[in-house]
């Protein structure tokens, strides 16, 4: 194993999504701005008495996402507990409240956090109607917020940021559902299943019994990643081979989850009328995830140890139809979007390569991004970036002709501050509280030790970062983790979205400020390294104290 199956994965990975930029970029714009419905979308409109003609203020747009999520959440509990009455039940038993509770706000939050074996614990009628719904929604909702920041920032003297729920309908009628079902039916020709056939029990070359799962897969495995979801049918996610069946099947779904969000600039400098806005932020999210790719690459190709210096390479909890790079490339992807589906272990990664996953969250998950929170994610880090560049020349700051106040750069600061406070302070209650602490470390942690510490803070990353992703490691079926980290997800996805919110209201009522000599060109290679930079310091500041506690140290013995 070397260098070149990275190197040339990486350039086919950037040759597909260079290709699909452009067209697909304006496409988006054009959903999010068209005057024009399509019928079907204005007969939804009426069954749900909205008027798709009438704009709301940011407040109205910010209770439209919280009582429609509020609303997803309740469904999807309901639906669990009373799934032994449902067709299609498989005879399986409704999963507990905890659980219920853990895996509504999961799904409903973008996240996707599974704390229990899907195909043992959930029937066909809670995959439809539950949680494939809301990986179509929740999808559409990040899309809308991200959609209303930058009608913030192209709006002038204007007290409204456009229409939620044209905005969620538009997001999954015209852009969400056609792409799943043209990527469903490429992931049916790779090999993926799509049946409601139940378990089938068949007897095994040695004789033995097994229980063989079927399900309609391919259909979830398409907006699963298109939509940055990654809650898998299978308990193994993208390594089990009904998912995931070959090596060009695992760079398709590569692919899609990376296209939407890259994307997402193009998008951006479209409806800005300034497509070099659109390639400065293309271009520090590619940096970012070339660079990050890179480095867990390395890790695992130079894995320490007896076994992987015979191996090769790090291979323990890889797939070998993927290899290192394919797994690499994969995990990278996953984490520095926010969809948190895997085709190889990350417990099993090296001290190192495991941090990298975490690092991916850590940053934010911006490069780039989750389906439509990694573009507003990394706007609001471009106001600080301005902010900054502003104290040190000493005037005033601008991002796209709108002035940085106290009350823009005040809720760019909460929005930051939001995900590590709930991440650290969620880690430090499952070993301060001695409770809690005694009941994680005899319970969940199968690793004890540093290890142990690192599958605890990796749970709270994932979470607070709505990804979902988990060292396998950790049990977190337990009443304490199914409840800490539901509330990560729940106040991880809308306190953020809230400050987005408010942002975009703050910049619309603005007017434009005229460009001056003194303004900083934020389109330029200087501001996308400071905007690069500000990102790894503002991670670095936050992160590395708790990190040295764990896969940094674990690394170091």
Do not use: C
Not at 37 to 66: C, F, K, N
Not at 500 to 518: E, N, R, Y
């Amino acid at each position: 194993m070397g260098w070149l199956p990275a190197v040339l994965t990486l350039a086919t990975l950037a040759l597909i999504l260079a290709v699909a930029y452009r067209p697909l970029g304006d496409y988006l714009a054009w959903v999010y701005t068209s005057p024009k419905d399509a019928r079907a979308e204005r007969g939804l409109y009426r069954l749900i008495g909205v008027d798709p003609a009438s704009a709301q203020t940011w407040q109205a747009y910010a209770r439209s996402v919280l009582a429609f999520s509020l609303v997803g959440v309740l469904a999807v509990y309901v639906i669990q507990r009373v799934q032994q009455w449902l067709p299609w039940s498989l005879g399986l038993p409704a999963p507990g409240e905890a659980l219920s509770f853990n895996t509504a706000i999961s799904f409903v939050t973008n996240t996707n956090w599974q704390s229990y074996s899907p195909e043992l614990t959930l029937g066909y009628t809670v995959q439809f109607a539950a949680l494939a719904v809301q990986n179509f929604v929740s999808a559409a909702v990040g899309l809308a917020v991200a959609v209303a920041l930058v009608r913030g920032l192209a709006y002038r003297r204007s007290g409204t940021i456009g229409n939620f729920w044209v905005d969620l309908t538009r997001g999954t009628v015209r852009l969400l559902l056609p792409l799943s079902i043209v990527a469903a039916i490429v992931l049916l020709a790779g090999g993926v299943i799509q049946n409601v056939a139940g378990f089938t029990q068949v007897t095994t070359v040695a004789g033995a019994a097994q229980s063989i799962p079927g399900g309609p897969v391919a259909s979830q495995e398409a907006i699963k990643l298109l939509g940055t979801n990654g809650g898998g049918f299978f308990n193994a996610n993208s390594a089990h081979p009904f998912e995931n069946p070959t090596g060009w099947t695992n760079l398709f779904e590569v692919v899609l989850m990376l296209i939407i969000p890259f994307s997402l600039p193009r998008t951006f400098g479209t409806m800005l009328g300034d497509k070099r806005q659109g390639y400065a932020i293309l271009a520090a999210m590619g940096i970012l995830f070339v660079g990050s790719t890179l480095a867990l690459t390395s890790f695992e190709l130079a894995g320490r140890g007896t076994a992987p210096e015979l191996a090769g390479a790090a291979l323990e909890g890889k797939e070998m139809r993927f290899g290192i790079v394919g797994s690499t490339i994969f995990g990278s992807t996953s984490t520095l979007t926010s969809t948190g589906a895997v085709d190889s272990m990350h417990d099993s990664y090296t001290a190192l390569g495991g941090m990298m996953p975490m690092l991916n969250m850590m940053l934010g998950e911006l490069a780039p991004g989750g389906v439509g929170s990694g573009l507003y994610g990394i706007l609001v880090i471009a106001v600080l970036a301005v902010f900054i560049a502003g104290l040190l020349v000493g005037r005033t700051p601008e991002y796209l002709g709108k002035k940085i106040g106290p009350r823009e750069i005040k809720l760019a600061s909460i929005y930051i501050l939001v995900t590590p406070i709930l991440v650290l302070v969620g880690t430090a209650l499952s070993f301060a509280i001695p409770a809690v602490r005694e009941d994680v470390t005899t319970t969940s942690i199968w690793n004890p030790g540093i290890h142990g510490f690192s599958e605890v803070l990796y749970a709270f990353t994932s979470a607070a970062n709505n990804n979902g992703s988990a060292f396998a490691g950790l049990t977190a079926n337990t009443p304490w983790l199914n409840t800490a980290l539901g509330v990560a997800m729940l106040l991880g996805r809308f306190v953020p979205i809230v400050l987005v919110l408010a942002l975009a209201g703050s910049f619309a009522a603005q007017d434009k400020v005229p460009a001056t000599a003194g303004t900083l060109p934020t389109h330029r290679p200087l501001f996308v390294g400071l905007l690069i930079g500000v990102i790894v310091i503002v991670t670095a500041l936050t992160y590395f104290p708790v990190l040295a506690l764990g896969p940094l140290a674990e690394g170091l013995i």
